[in-house]
Nanobody, 126 residues
């Protein structure tokens, strides 16, 4: 079973950039598709981005497409989310998630991921 821990969240100004990290332990992440989700106060958890085991395939939510890049370093057992041109509406807790298998089936649905970190807070001031 894999354990996940996010870091890199901060209070930033609109237009700034952040790189979030998700460090895994307990098992190599090469077995997992990895994803980032976020949850703003009073809203449901929403999909941000996902990446295949090898890193050769990625997918993004329309709300972040062009501003976000998900990547992974399997040797370091770590996944990253680079977010540029941050907006106040990006304010949320950002969660890292993992799922086994080799399929994009149901990739935007939180229920498709059995493993989660505790999240890291991103706050964007206008």
């Amino acid at each position: 079973q894999v354990q996940l821990e996010e870091s890199g969240g901060a209070l930033v100004q609109a237009g700034d950039s952040l790189r979030l990290s998700c460090a895994a332990s307990g098992r190599t992440i090469t077995f997992y598709y990895m994803a980032w989700f976020r949850q703003a106060p009073g809203k449901e958890r929403e999909f941000v981005a996902a990446i295949t085991n090898s890193g050769s395939g990625t997918v993004y939510a329309d709300s972040v497409k062009g501003r976000c890049t998900i990547s992974r370093d399997n040797a370091k057992n770590t996944v990253y989310l680079q977010v540029n041109s941050l907006k106040p509406e990006d304010t949320a807790i950002y969660y890292c998630a993992a799922r086994g298998g080799f399929s994009w089936n149901n990739y935007p649905k939180p229920d498709a991921y059995p493993y989660w970190g505790r999240g890291t807070q991103v706050t964007v001031a206008s």
